[in-house]
């Protein structure tokens, strides 16, 4: 497993942009497919984003697409979301995670072994 450790939440106006960060340790961080989930009060935890191991496939929720881009830097063990158009249906705790190889789909957050303590993003109208 790794540890992961988010960061760059915080209040923006709508149409405003946010970049998150995601801290990674451990040496197997470059054998994971990496996930942004993000859980709004009262709502299931829902995919947002991933990236796989070598960075060259993405993939998006739908409400998302056009808006937020995911990249990873393997060399320092990052994984960031860019956001961009933000709206106030995107305010939620943002979590970073990490699917091992062959643990099914990273739409799913239960396929995924670690988690960050997750970020506040908050847009305001």
């Known amino acids: 497993q790794v540890q992961l450790v988010e960061s760059g939440g915080g209040l923006v106006q709508a149409g405003g942009s946010l970049r998150l960060s995601c801290a990674a340790s451990?040496?197997?961080?470059?054998?994971?497919?990496m996930g942004w989930f993000r859980q709004a009060p009262g709502k299931e935890r829902e995919f947002v984003a991933a990236?796989?191991?070598?960075?060259?496939?993405?993939d998006y929720v739908d409400s998302v697409k056009g808006r937020f881009t995911i990249s990873r830097d393997n060399a320092k063990n990052m994984v960031y979301l860019q956001m961009n158009s933000l709206k106030p249906e995107d305010t939620a705790v943002y979590y970073c995670a990490a699917k091992p190889r062959l643990s099914g789909s990273y739409y799913y957050p239960s396929n995924f072994n670690s988690w960050g303590q997750g970020t506040q993003v908050t847009v305001s109208s």
């Open positions: 990236i796989t191991r070598s960075g060259g496939n993405t």
């Open positions: 451990g040496r197997t961080f470059s054998s994971n497919t």
